[in-house]
């Protein structure tokens, strides 16, 4: 006798993926066929987007524009004006000191002296303005330069998303959409995988999960291989229920595999929870109240029933194989 647990499923290869792309854009060509071997990295599709070849190239001409080196003449500019406020400012305080001798002297008046005072004082934060200004330009330079590096590069990175690229090294299936259509980076592009390795996706019933284990034996069906039966074990549980359709996913390795497999067969499956060499079996419509059968001389017998489906139930005590019983009146 063998219990099992019924699941339906499809077959996946390994690393199987749709391919999405990381921007907007039109299908321009694709670079490989369908069926094509790829590698990891290798350039599936080419994407064409105008807005955002201007907008990179535009980047670049900022980030150009804006290096500190091409600004070197507002910066020498800058630093003229330090070099002349700095002049005015030693004449100013010279012509103060000499102002200063002469007022010692009794020479000159001190309106002479304070108009002198004030020239030293306004050319000296002159010279501190314009030491100020140098500063503030290069530091302004170097931020724009920075930050226009910054944008060319994220511009580039986004035009460079133009190439959509594989993940894995496989196999390319099929395309989802076909050249000149539109696209965004919800849009699946084409399907790629491993096709030299299958598993099998299953999925199982929340009522049925707790009884599922990894190792347990699953018996395969396919309408691909009629009347065919294919042997697998259970190799991994993804612990979580998918709410719409109250069911887990579990994964199941080919043990025998059939000849030939694509991805997204559909399958049918039996997971083996238990099995029993000898086990003493009644029809189920000759249980009565779940744990009653009627004998041969009319006695009501109780019993003790095990594992059981629509067509048999397991008589675990209460019956011998030479008892008699009889099916119930409707």
Do not use: C
């Not at 990891?40 to 201007?54: E, K, P, R, T, Y």
């Not at 530091?139 to 330069?145: G, H, M, S, T, Y």
């Amino acid at each position: 006798m063998t219990e099992s647990v019924y699941a339906s499923g499809t077959i996946k290869t390994g690393d199987q993926y749709q391919v999405f792309a990381n921007t907007s854009g039109t299908i321009r060509s694709w670079m490989v066929e369908e069926g094509d071997e790829v590698k990891n990295g290798q350039v599936i599709a080419i994407l064409s987007n105008d807005a955002l070849i201007a907008n990179s190239e535009t980047a670049k001409i900022t980030a150009d524009f804006n290096e500190v080196e091409n600004n070197a003449a507002k910066i020498k500019e800058a630093e003229r004006n330090v070099d002349l406020a700095k002049l005015k400012m030693e004449n100013d305080e010279l012509f103060l000191t000499r102002q200063r001798n002469l007022w010692q002297q009794d020479i000159g008046t001190r309106a002479e002296v304070d108009n002198r005072e004030l020239a030293a004082k306004n050319s000296r934060a002159a010279y501190e303005n314009a030491r100020l200004q140098l500063q503030d330009l290069k530091k302004q330079l170097r931020f724009n330069a920075a930050q226009s590096k910054s944008g060319s590069r994220a511009s580039a990175a986004q035009a460079a998303d133009l190439n959509v690229r594989s993940t894995v090294n496989g196999k390319v299936f099929t395309f989802l959409k076909k050249q000149g259509e539109m696209v965004t980076p919800q849009t699946a592009l084409a399907v790629v995988g491993n096709d030299k390795s299958f598993h099998i996706e299953l999925q199982v019933d929340e009522n049925d999960i707790t009884r599922v284990q990894a190792g347990q034996t699953v018996y395969i069906t396919m309408d691909s291989y009629k009347n065919k039966v294919f042997e697998a074990k259970v190799t991994r549980l993804i612990p979580f229920m998918d709410e719409r359709t109250r069911t887990f996913e579990i994964h199941a390795q080919f043990t025998s595999a059939p000849p030939s497999l694509y991805p997204n067969l559909t399958t049918e499956a039996n997971i083996v929870i238990s099995q029993k060499d000898k086990a003493l079996l009644i029809p189920t419509d000759y249980l009565i109240d779940e744990n009653f059968v009627l004998l041969k001389n009319g006695e009501k017998k109780k019993i003790v029933t095990g594992a059981k489906d629509y067509q048999q139930v397991e008589v675990v005590s209460g019956l011998t194989a030479d008892d008699e019983i009889l099916k119930p009146a409707p």
